[in-house]
């Protein structure tokens, strides 16, 4: 079993940045895949955003184009970040890695 902390999330207005962070208790270079999700409110976790051992990433057609997921593997992390942010990305957000979840981070954009 892995713990994951998640951090970065806050309050922005429409058009503005995050970047969040996903630090794994151990070593996350052997994963096969990582991954980012969210959930907003009233609404089923839905995924973001995966990144594969070799760097190959893909993404949901809705923050393609803004959002970048990346790893670090000498830090333990991944990073998602999240350009043009949009009130519709307001959600809790969640990483995923081995089957594990982080606690999740808000991320609350005004219009």
């Known amino acids: 079993q892995v713990q994951l902390v998640e951090s970065g999330g806050g309050s922005v207005q429409a058009g503005g940045s995050l970047r969040l962070s996903c630090v794994a208790s151990?070593?996350?270079?052997?994963?096969?895949?990582m991954d980012w999700y969210r959930q907003a409110p009233g609404k089923q976790r839905e995924w973001v955003a995966t990144?594969?051992?070799?760097?190959?990433?893909n993404y949901h057609g809705s923050v393609k184009g803004r959002f970048t997921i990346s790893k670090d593997n000498a830090k333990n992390t991944v990073y998602l970040q999240m350009n043009s942010l949009q009130p519709q990305d307001t959600a809790v957000y969640y990483c995923?890695?081995?089957?594990?979840w982080g606690q999740g981070t808000q991320v609350t954009v005004s219009s």
């Open positions: 995923r890695m081995s089957n594990s």
């Open positions: 151990r070593s996350i270079s052997s994963f096969s895949s």
């Open positions: 990144i594969f051992l070799l760097g190959t990433t």
